[in-house]
Protein backbone atom coordinates (compact mmCIF):
# COMPACT_ATOMS: atom_id res chain seq x y z
CA UNK A 1 0.00 0.00 0.00
CA UNK A 2 1.31 3.11 -1.07
CA UNK A 3 2.15 5.95 1.65
CA UNK A 4 -0.36 8.30 2.37
CA UNK A 5 0.61 10.27 5.23
CA UNK A 6 0.54 14.01 2.97
CA UNK A 7 -2.10 12.90 0.27
CA UNK A 8 -1.94 14.02 -3.25
CA UNK A 9 -4.20 16.96 -3.84
CA UNK A 10 -7.48 16.13 -5.84
CA UNK A 11 -8.77 17.91 -9.15
CA UNK A 12 -10.35 20.97 -9.16
CA UNK A 13 -13.27 20.75 -6.29
CA UNK A 14 -16.88 22.29 -7.65
CA UNK A 15 -20.06 22.35 -6.46
CA UNK A 16 -24.13 21.43 -6.85
CA UNK A 17 -26.42 23.06 -4.80
CA UNK A 18 -29.10 21.05 -3.62
CA UNK A 19 -31.71 22.73 -0.97
CA UNK A 20 -29.42 24.11 1.94
CA UNK A 21 -26.60 21.76 0.54
CA UNK A 22 -23.44 22.26 -1.35
CA UNK A 23 -22.53 18.93 -2.83
CA UNK A 24 -18.68 19.07 -3.90
CA UNK A 25 -17.43 17.05 -6.44
CA UNK A 26 -14.56 16.52 -8.90
CA UNK A 27 -14.05 15.06 -12.25
CA UNK A 28 -10.60 12.96 -12.74
CA UNK A 29 -9.81 10.79 -15.37
CA UNK A 30 -10.14 9.54 -18.87
CA UNK A 31 -12.68 7.25 -20.01
CA UNK A 32 -15.87 5.34 -19.44
CA UNK A 33 -17.57 7.79 -16.43
CA UNK A 34 -17.84 6.24 -13.10
CA UNK A 35 -19.84 7.83 -10.10
CA UNK A 36 -18.27 7.25 -6.79
CA UNK A 37 -20.43 8.82 -4.06
CA UNK A 38 -19.57 9.52 -1.09
CA UNK A 39 -16.98 12.22 -0.26
CA UNK A 40 -14.86 14.23 -2.87
CA UNK A 41 -12.29 14.96 -0.41
CA UNK A 42 -12.24 11.67 1.01
CA UNK A 43 -12.51 8.99 -1.89
CA UNK A 44 -9.93 10.84 -4.52
CA UNK A 45 -7.09 9.29 -1.95
CA UNK A 46 -8.13 5.68 -1.62
CA UNK A 47 -8.55 5.08 -5.58
CA UNK A 48 -5.50 4.29 -7.78
CA UNK A 49 -3.73 6.94 -10.02
CA UNK A 50 -3.55 4.53 -12.62
CA UNK A 51 -7.63 3.49 -12.48
CA UNK A 52 -7.93 7.11 -13.81
CA UNK A 53 -6.22 5.85 -17.06
CA UNK A 54 -9.46 3.83 -17.34
CA UNK A 55 -12.34 5.56 -15.93
CA UNK A 56 -13.32 8.84 -15.73
CA UNK A 57 -14.02 8.86 -11.86
CA UNK A 58 -16.81 11.34 -10.32
CA UNK A 59 -16.41 11.98 -6.80
CA UNK A 60 -19.02 13.57 -5.46
CA UNK A 61 -20.30 14.07 -1.84
CA UNK A 62 -23.88 13.22 -0.60
CA UNK A 63 -25.24 15.05 2.24
CA UNK A 64 -23.21 13.53 4.96
CA UNK A 65 -20.53 15.12 3.56
CA UNK A 66 -21.32 18.29 1.96
CA UNK A 67 -21.55 21.78 3.64
CA UNK A 68 -24.50 24.00 4.54
CA UNK A 69 -25.35 27.19 3.29
CA UNK A 70 -26.70 28.61 6.10
CA UNK A 71 -25.67 28.10 9.78
CA UNK A 72 -29.17 25.81 10.85
CA UNK A 73 -28.29 22.48 11.68
CA UNK A 74 -28.06 19.48 9.00
CA UNK A 75 -31.51 17.36 8.23
CA UNK A 76 -31.84 14.25 8.92
CA UNK A 77 -32.18 13.25 5.40
CA UNK A 78 -33.15 9.79 4.27
CA UNK A 79 -32.00 7.51 1.49
CA UNK A 80 -34.28 8.72 -1.00
CA UNK A 81 -33.28 12.36 -0.90
CA UNK A 82 -29.79 11.18 -1.24
CA UNK A 83 -30.50 8.87 -4.21
CA UNK A 84 -32.15 12.31 -6.24
CA UNK A 85 -29.13 14.44 -5.28
CA UNK A 86 -27.09 11.44 -6.84
CA UNK A 87 -29.43 11.81 -9.88
CA UNK A 88 -28.59 15.55 -9.71
CA UNK A 89 -25.05 15.28 -9.93
CA UNK A 90 -25.21 12.84 -12.95
CA UNK A 91 -27.52 15.69 -14.90
CA UNK A 92 -25.58 18.17 -13.69
CA UNK A 93 -22.32 16.73 -15.68
CA UNK A 94 -24.75 15.77 -18.76
CA UNK A 95 -24.23 11.77 -17.77
CA UNK A 96 -26.75 9.56 -20.08
CA UNK A 97 -25.00 6.52 -18.35
CA UNK A 98 -22.66 5.58 -15.32
CA UNK A 99 -20.92 3.09 -13.24
CA UNK A 100 -22.23 3.44 -10.22
CA UNK A 101 -19.43 2.81 -7.23
CA UNK A 102 -20.08 2.81 -3.43
CA UNK A 103 -17.74 1.89 -0.85
CA UNK A 104 -19.16 0.55 2.61
CA UNK A 105 -22.23 2.10 3.44
CA UNK A 106 -22.13 3.95 0.14
CA UNK A 107 -22.61 0.50 -1.01
CA UNK A 108 -25.99 0.35 -0.58
CA UNK A 109 -26.24 3.86 -2.14
CA UNK A 110 -25.13 2.69 -5.04
CA UNK A 111 -27.45 -0.48 -5.24
CA UNK A 112 -30.53 1.41 -4.28
CA UNK A 113 -29.95 3.97 -7.05
CA UNK A 114 -29.39 1.55 -9.81
CA UNK A 115 -32.75 -0.07 -8.87
CA UNK A 116 -34.13 3.49 -8.36
CA UNK A 117 -32.90 4.62 -12.13
CA UNK A 118 -31.56 1.60 -14.23
CA UNK A 119 -32.04 3.48 -17.56
CA UNK A 120 -28.82 5.30 -16.19
CA UNK A 121 -26.48 2.73 -14.59
CA UNK A 122 -24.62 0.18 -16.53
CA UNK A 123 -22.79 -1.60 -13.78
CA UNK A 124 -22.86 -1.20 -10.41
CA UNK A 125 -19.45 -1.89 -7.83
CA UNK A 126 -20.09 -2.18 -3.96
CA UNK A 127 -16.69 -2.48 -2.25
CA UNK A 128 -16.62 -3.77 1.43
CA UNK A 129 -20.29 -3.49 1.65
CA UNK A 130 -22.44 -6.31 3.98
CA UNK A 131 -25.81 -6.88 3.37
CA UNK A 132 -27.19 -5.02 5.98
CA UNK A 133 -25.97 -3.43 9.44
CA UNK A 134 -29.03 -5.50 11.17
CA UNK A 135 -28.66 -6.53 14.41
CA UNK A 136 -27.97 -10.11 12.91
CA UNK A 137 -25.14 -8.81 10.71
CA UNK A 138 -23.81 -6.93 13.60
CA UNK A 139 -23.55 -9.98 15.61
CA UNK A 140 -22.31 -11.85 12.60
CA UNK A 141 -19.46 -9.38 12.52
CA UNK A 142 -18.81 -9.55 16.22
CA UNK A 143 -18.44 -12.94 15.68
CA UNK A 144 -15.90 -12.94 13.15
CA UNK A 145 -13.63 -10.83 15.18
CA UNK A 146 -13.53 -13.12 18.47
CA UNK A 147 -12.49 -16.14 16.41
CA UNK A 148 -10.61 -15.00 13.28
CA UNK A 149 -8.58 -12.44 15.09
CA UNK A 150 -4.96 -12.44 16.54
CA UNK A 151 -3.99 -11.44 19.88
CA UNK A 152 -1.66 -8.33 18.34
CA UNK A 153 -4.68 -7.06 16.58
CA UNK A 154 -7.03 -7.04 19.49
CA UNK A 155 -4.48 -5.39 21.63
CA UNK A 156 -4.24 -2.71 18.78
CA UNK A 157 -7.80 -2.59 18.86
CA UNK A 158 -8.33 -2.28 23.03
CA UNK A 159 -5.41 0.54 22.92
CA UNK A 160 -6.22 2.58 19.71
CA UNK A 161 -10.28 2.69 21.29
CA UNK A 162 -9.20 3.59 25.08
CA UNK A 163 -8.63 7.28 23.74
CA UNK A 164 -11.98 7.71 21.54
CA UNK A 165 -14.56 8.74 24.51
CA UNK A 166 -12.36 11.75 24.98
CA UNK A 167 -12.00 12.55 21.62
CA UNK A 168 -15.88 12.60 21.05
CA UNK A 169 -16.37 15.04 24.03
CA UNK A 170 -14.02 17.39 22.84
CA UNK A 171 -15.10 17.45 19.26
CA UNK A 172 -18.55 15.26 19.09
CA UNK A 173 -19.35 17.04 15.34
CA UNK A 174 -16.18 14.72 14.43
CA UNK A 175 -16.97 11.30 15.92
CA UNK A 176 -17.51 9.78 12.47
CA UNK A 177 -14.02 10.46 11.67
CA UNK A 178 -12.85 9.55 15.24
CA UNK A 179 -14.42 6.27 15.08
CA UNK A 180 -12.95 5.56 11.51
CA UNK A 181 -9.45 6.37 12.47
CA UNK A 182 -9.16 5.08 15.43
CA UNK A 183 -11.12 1.31 14.57
CA UNK A 184 -8.18 0.85 11.96
CA UNK A 185 -7.51 -2.41 13.68
CA UNK A 186 -10.91 -3.31 12.51
CA UNK A 187 -10.55 -1.71 9.14
CA UNK A 188 -7.17 -2.63 7.38
CA UNK A 189 -4.74 -5.40 6.78
CA UNK A 190 -2.12 -3.66 7.88
CA UNK A 191 -3.47 -3.26 11.75
CA UNK A 192 -0.92 -0.56 12.54
CA UNK A 193 -1.78 2.03 9.32
CA UNK A 194 -2.81 5.32 10.37
CA UNK A 195 -5.52 6.70 7.93
CA UNK A 196 -5.93 9.80 9.39
CA UNK A 197 -4.35 11.64 6.65
CA UNK A 198 -7.06 10.08 4.28
CA UNK A 199 -9.64 12.06 6.71
CA UNK A 200 -8.42 15.41 6.67
CA UNK A 201 -10.45 17.79 5.76
CA UNK A 202 -13.81 15.81 5.65
CA UNK A 203 -16.20 17.84 6.40
CA UNK A 204 -19.22 15.53 8.60
CA UNK A 205 -22.87 16.39 8.81
CA UNK A 206 -23.49 13.59 11.87
CA UNK A 207 -27.45 13.64 11.69
CA UNK A 208 -27.20 12.50 8.11
CA UNK A 209 -25.00 9.91 9.37
CA UNK A 210 -26.64 8.90 12.43
CA UNK A 211 -30.07 7.93 10.29
CA UNK A 212 -28.51 6.33 7.34
CA UNK A 213 -25.72 3.89 9.05
CA UNK A 214 -27.58 4.19 12.13
CA UNK A 215 -31.37 3.28 11.11
CA UNK A 216 -31.83 2.95 7.76
CA UNK A 217 -28.84 0.97 6.05
CA UNK A 218 -30.16 -1.55 10.11
CA UNK A 219 -33.27 -2.23 8.29
CA UNK A 220 -32.59 -2.41 4.30
CA UNK A 221 -33.63 -5.73 2.93
CA UNK A 222 -31.05 -5.16 -0.35
CA UNK A 223 -33.42 -8.23 -1.66
CA UNK A 224 -36.14 -6.10 -2.44
CA UNK A 225 -36.21 -5.24 -6.21
CA UNK A 226 -33.25 -7.36 -7.13
CA UNK A 227 -35.66 -9.71 -9.79
CA UNK A 228 -36.33 -6.31 -11.59
CA UNK A 229 -32.56 -5.06 -11.66
CA UNK A 230 -30.94 -5.92 -14.69
CA UNK A 231 -27.67 -4.93 -14.66
CA UNK A 232 -24.02 -6.44 -13.41
CA UNK A 233 -23.15 -6.39 -10.08
CA UNK A 234 -19.54 -6.47 -8.71
CA UNK A 235 -18.95 -6.92 -5.08
CA UNK A 236 -15.17 -6.53 -3.62
CA UNK A 237 -14.68 -7.69 -0.32
CA UNK A 238 -11.22 -7.55 1.80
CA UNK A 239 -10.81 -10.49 3.58
CA UNK A 240 -9.40 -8.96 6.92
CA UNK A 241 -12.54 -6.65 6.80
CA UNK A 242 -13.88 -6.55 10.77
CA UNK A 243 -16.41 -3.59 10.13
CA UNK A 244 -18.56 -5.42 8.22
CA UNK A 245 -20.69 -8.78 8.08
CA UNK A 246 -18.29 -10.97 6.59
CA UNK A 247 -18.55 -12.42 2.93
CA UNK A 248 -20.22 -15.40 3.39
CA UNK A 249 -23.32 -13.75 5.13
CA UNK A 250 -24.03 -12.76 1.17
CA UNK A 251 -24.90 -16.44 0.79
CA UNK A 252 -28.42 -15.99 0.79
CA UNK A 253 -28.11 -13.33 -1.47
CA UNK A 254 -26.71 -14.26 -4.34
CA UNK A 255 -29.71 -15.95 -6.32
CA UNK A 256 -31.76 -12.94 -6.06
CA UNK A 257 -29.46 -11.39 -8.36
CA UNK A 258 -29.51 -11.82 -11.84
CA UNK A 259 -25.38 -10.79 -12.18
CA UNK A 260 -23.47 -10.93 -9.45
CA UNK A 261 -19.69 -11.54 -9.15
CA UNK A 262 -18.23 -11.51 -5.91
CA UNK A 263 -14.09 -10.99 -5.67
CA UNK A 264 -12.37 -11.84 -1.93
CA UNK A 265 -9.00 -9.55 -1.87
CA UNK A 266 -6.81 -11.80 0.06
CA UNK A 267 -4.32 -8.46 1.59
CA UNK A 268 -7.22 -6.04 2.17
CA UNK A 269 -9.37 -4.68 5.23
CA UNK A 270 -12.19 -2.70 4.61
CA UNK A 271 -10.60 -0.53 1.52
CA UNK A 272 -9.45 -3.25 -1.46
CA UNK A 273 -9.63 -0.81 -3.86
CA UNK A 274 -6.66 1.00 -2.04
CA UNK A 275 -4.89 -1.84 -0.06
CA UNK A 276 -4.94 -4.04 -3.00
CA UNK A 277 -4.72 -1.08 -5.45
CA UNK A 278 -2.81 -3.06 -8.62
CA UNK A 279 -4.62 -5.81 -8.38
CA UNK A 280 -8.29 -4.36 -7.58
CA UNK A 281 -7.91 -2.54 -10.73
CA UNK A 282 -7.25 -5.23 -12.75
CA UNK A 283 -10.39 -7.73 -11.55
CA UNK A 284 -12.86 -4.63 -11.76
CA UNK A 285 -11.50 -3.59 -15.22
CA UNK A 286 -11.66 -6.95 -16.55
CA UNK A 287 -14.98 -7.58 -15.35
CA UNK A 288 -16.11 -4.06 -17.03
CA UNK A 289 -14.30 -5.69 -20.09
CA UNK A 290 -16.13 -8.82 -20.03
CA UNK A 291 -19.89 -7.17 -19.07
CA UNK A 292 -19.78 -4.40 -22.11
Not at 16 to 28: A, F, K, N, P
Not at 93 to 120: C, T
Amino acid sequence: MSDLRTPKSAAERKTIRSGRYELGYSVEGEGTPALVIGSAVYYPRVFSQELRRSLRLIFADHRGFARLTDDAPPSKDDLDTVLADIDLVRQHLGLEKVIIIGHSGHGYMALEYAKRYPQHVSHVVMIATGPSHSAAHNAATERYWQESVCPERKARLERDLAGLAAEIEAAPEKRFVAFCVRMGARSWYDHAFDAAPLWQGVHVNMPVFDHLWGEAFRDIDIAQGLEQLDVPVFLGLGRYDYLVAPYATWDPYRSRFKDLTVRVFERSGHTPQLEESALFDAELLRWLSAHR
